[in-house]
Nanobody
Framework: VQLQASGGGVVQVGDSLRLSCTVS????????VAWFRQAPGKEREFVAA????????YYGQTLKDRFPISRDNTKKTAYLQMRSLDPEDTAVYYC?????????????????WGRGTQVTVSS
């Protein structure tokens, strides 16, 4: 499974941005796609995940209302819609997939990772 994240950029406080994660390769057994982010000097943080077949979302503790996750199976793409962006949202955003079933919020549980996309929120 290969994942490619895109859609990052430099935005202003309060802006919205939509990230995309396109999946390719052996996707027939893909269980879910997740988004993580990592700010400079901080640990990688779980943002959200979505079950590939049912579309059921799973969110981290704090970003559910501002960062809804969705997916389009026909395009093999998962999305992270980011709203009301704040400088604290500045980070590299990664998409990832587990090797088996539900993986939860722990980065080590994910086997497949895409290259990140930088999001910078300027004040």
């Amino acid at each position: 499974v290969q994942l490619q994240a895109s859609g990052g950029g430099v935005v202003q406080v309060g802006d919205s941005l939509r990230l995309s994660c396109t999946v390719s390769g052996h996707t027939s057994t893909l269980y879910a796609v997740a988004w993580f982010r990592q700010a400079p000097g901080k640990e990688r943080e779980f943002v959200a995940a979505i079950t590939w077949t049912t579309g059921a979302p799973y969110y981290g503790q704090t970003l559910k209302d501002r960062f809804p996750i969705s997916r389009d199976n026909t395009k093999k793409t998962a999305y992270l819609q980011m709203r009301s962006l704040d400088p604290e949202d500045t980070a590299v955003y990664y998409c990832a997939a587990p090797g088996g079933g539900f993986a939860g919020p722990t980065p080590d549980a994910y086997v497949y990772w895409g290259r990140g996309t930088q999001v910078t929120v300027s004040s």
